[in-house]
């Protein structure tokens, strides 16, 4: 016997492309936003820490705009997912798809200025962050031009 099908419900097929860059670029720079991206080398202080070898400080993405950055990530992952989960958003004259570019956008916007803030004692979490950055500004992109095309993906056949 079937299973009776469910209306809604999270599917990647019926995602557009511009919605899977931003949902995976954002998750993706919110994972590395907890590794080093800043860092100092204690070693060769000798006298003053007592020779330790390999001592170290690091500090990781979340430092200063890094809040920020996460914020913004977890804004676009949960407004993609909520627009592919089917829920319905009355935003007026306003796309959908232009909200997600926006705020795609300003996640990448704010990951680039937290890169520059932190060029000082730079680690490879900032590196990979900038990365990810300009993945999300091309998914933001894409977004934008399916804003502008009046739509998203077309739903998934039956």
Known sequence: MAQPQRPGGFSMTGL????????????????????????????????FLGDI??????????????VLVAIL??????????????????MGTTSPALIGAVAGGLTA??????????????????????????VVAYGAYIRFQEGKLGGTAPPPAA
Request: glycine share 14%.
């Open 109 to 134: 916007a704010f990951t680039i200025i937290a890169f520059l803030t932190k060029l000082t004692a730079i680690k490879w979490g900032a590196f990979v962050g900038l990365i990810l950055a300009l």
């Open 16 to 47: 557009s492309t511009g919605s899977k860059i931003l949902i995976v670029g954002c998750l993706l720079l919110f994972v590395d936003l907890f590794f080093p991206w800043q860092g100092i080398d204690f070693g060769g202080l000798g006298d």
């Open 53 to 66: 070898p390999g001592a170290s400080a690091n500090i990781s993405g979340f430092n200063g705009l890094g």
């Open 73 to 90: 990530a977890i804004v676009t992952i949960v407004w993609e997912v909520l627009l592919a989960a089917g829920v319905a958003i009355n």
